[in-house]
Nanobody
C-alpha cells in the first residue's frame, strides 16, 4: 500500500510564493508518475502538474510559467514550487501517483489547503 503525505500549504498574499512537498511511503514503483491536483469548492479536481519517471512534465495552462514541479527519486518526494500566486490558485492541493500520464492517479494524498488572499 502506498501513502502520500503532503506539507507546505497555507495562507499567502497574491503575488507570493509557496512550496508544497509530498513524501511517498510504501512500495511505489520508480516508473510511476507523480503529480499534484487541486480542487476548488464546487468544481472537480483538476491536474495542476505532473512529472514522469523520466523527468517529463505537464502543466495546466493556468499555472504554466508560474509553477515548477520537481521530483527526488532517492527520497520518494515530489515538490511543487508555486510563484506569482493568484486568488484563483486557492484550493486543496492533492499529491498523486499514477501508472502513466493519461489514465489518472492511482493514489491520492489527503490534501493540503492553499489560500491566496490579501
Amino acid at each position: 500500500q502506498v501513502r502520500l503525505v503532503e506539507s507546505g500549504g497555507g495562507l499567502v498574499q497574491p503575488g507570493g510564493s509557496l512550496r508544497l512537498s509530498c513524501v511517498a511511503f510504501g512500495s511505489i514503483g520508480s516508473g510511476y508518475v507523480m503529480g499534484w491536483y487541486r480542487q476548488v469548492p464546487g468544481q472537480e479536481r483538476e491536474l495542476v502538474a505532473q512529472v514522469t519517471s523520466g523527468g517529463s512534465t505537464d502543466y495546466a495552462d493556468s499555472v504554466q510559467g508560474r509553477f515548477i514541479i520537481s521530483r527526488e527519486y532517492a527520497k520518494n518526494t515530489v515538490t511543487l514550487q508555486m510563484n506569482s500566486l493568484k486568488s484563483e490558485d486557492t484550493g486543496v492541493y492533492y499529491c498523486t501517483s499514477a501508472l502513466n500520464r493519461w489514465t489518472g492517479p492511482t493514489y491520492w494524498g489527503r490534501g493540503t489547503q492553499v489560500t491566496v488572499s490579501s
